[in-house]
């Protein structure tokens, strides 16, 4: 058995060996743990701080003043947390109602830049009405041909599609783009809308 002096020694003798690695694996941990720590603080700060910057803006956006339509624009612009997708959702909405299309088309393009396919595909559907209504038919198409790639929206995508190509007097296309809606699943408005056209063309 060791005595103590052999003990202290070996101790000794482990630390000048190993030391320096177990100071610099300490010093690593607690910097890695720390940073995390600040990283977090940070970024839940951000999140808060955009979430009250996102309810000012959407408490401005209606108030009818352009002024609020360009910070809402900044805030969507500089802002890359979900709720710039939120802000350009509503932005989109009040510009309509503003009757500024351009505005409500840029917004809803940087959802379907920047969301997720699902959300993205919903601002698609948005933005192809919008178009739809400026009669710049091709555009609407296109929008409604990314909204078709999820799923999930490919009936009211094809329905909307009759819609804008009814609406360029393509009698047929609509036909068969209500058809395939139907086919994905639409009922109701799209079996009107077929009918419609079977019976008036």
């Given amino acids: 058995m060791n005595t103590e002096e052999q003990q202290i ?6 630390w ?6 177990i100071l610099a694996g300490l010093v690593i941990g607690f ?9 977090d603080a940070q970024v839940r700060a951000e999140r808060e701080a955009a979430s009250v910057q996102f309810e000012q803006v959407v408490a401005a956006l209606f108030s009818g003043n352009d002024d609020d339509l360009t910070a809402a624009q900044d805030f969507v ?5 979900a709720y710039s997708q939120l802000a350009a959702f509503q932005l989109a909405k009040a510009a309509i109602d503003a009757n500024d299309y351009g505005t409500a088309v840029s917004a809803l393009q940087t959802i379907r830049d920047t969301a997720e396919p699902e959300l993205a595909a919903l601002a698609a559907l948005r933005q192809a009405r919008v178009l739809l209504a400026q ?5 609407a198409l296109a929008a409604t041909n990314a909204a078709i790639q999820v799923s999930a929206f490919a009936a009211i995508a094809y329905e909307l599609q009759g819609d804008i190509l009814l609406a360029k007097g393509d009698y047929s296309g609509a036909r068969q783009a209500y058809l ?3 086919a994905h699943g639409a ?5 009107l809308k077929l009918n419609s056209i079977v019976a008036g063309s």
């Fill in 135 to 139: 009669e710049q038919y091709e555009a």
């Fill in 9 to 14: 020694e070996q101790l000794k003798a482990f």
């Fill in 31 to 39: 910097a890695i743990f720390y940073g995390w720590r600040y990283y």
């Fill in 180 to 182: 395939t809606a139907q």
């Fill in 77 to 81: 612009n500089n802002n890359t947390s």
């Fill in 187 to 191: 009922e109701g408005l799209a079996e």
């Fill in 16 to 21: 000048n060996e190993h030391g320096k690695g």
